[in-house]
């Protein structure tokens, strides 16, 4: 069965850290790219980060860029985000997605980030 699941959510002070990893499976899914979205409450579903399974480019929303990075270990099928200088504004549900060379999108449940203040 082809499934993505986040890990590494918490609670983290305003200007803290937090390392997420999202492990894609199965190990043989070929994949083009992956991705991390966040909702938060009573918002909209916006796109955070994105990064190419086999060039390594990638490409950030314009709140998040030189905040967070997007890395991935190909051996693994696994992307993380490192999220540096989080505020409260930050707190929300981060779903990881896989996008297969064929085949539909992968997403995942999600894993909570709650900033406080």
């Known amino acids: 069965q082809e499934q993505v699941v986040e890990s590494g959510g918490g609670l983290v002070e305003a200007g803290g850290s937090l390392r997420l990893s999202c492990v894609a499976s199965p190990r043989s899914l070929s994949i083009a790219d992956m991705a991390w979205s966040r909702q938060a409450p009573g918002k909209e579903r916006e796109f955070v980060a994105r990064?190419?399974?086999?060039?390594?480019?990638?490409n950030y929303a314009d709140d998040v860029n030189g905040r967070f990075t997007i890395s991935k270990d190909n051996a693994k099928n696994t992307v993380f985000l490192d999220m540096k200088s989080l505020t409260p504004e930050d707190k929300a549900i981060y779903c990881c997605?896989?996008?297969?060379?064929?085949?539909?999108?992968?997403w995942g449940r999600g894993t909570q980030v709650t900033v406080s203040s």
């Open positions: 997605n896989a996008a297969p060379i064929f085949g539909r999108e992968i």
């Open positions: 990064i190419n399974w086999i060039s390594g480019s990638t």
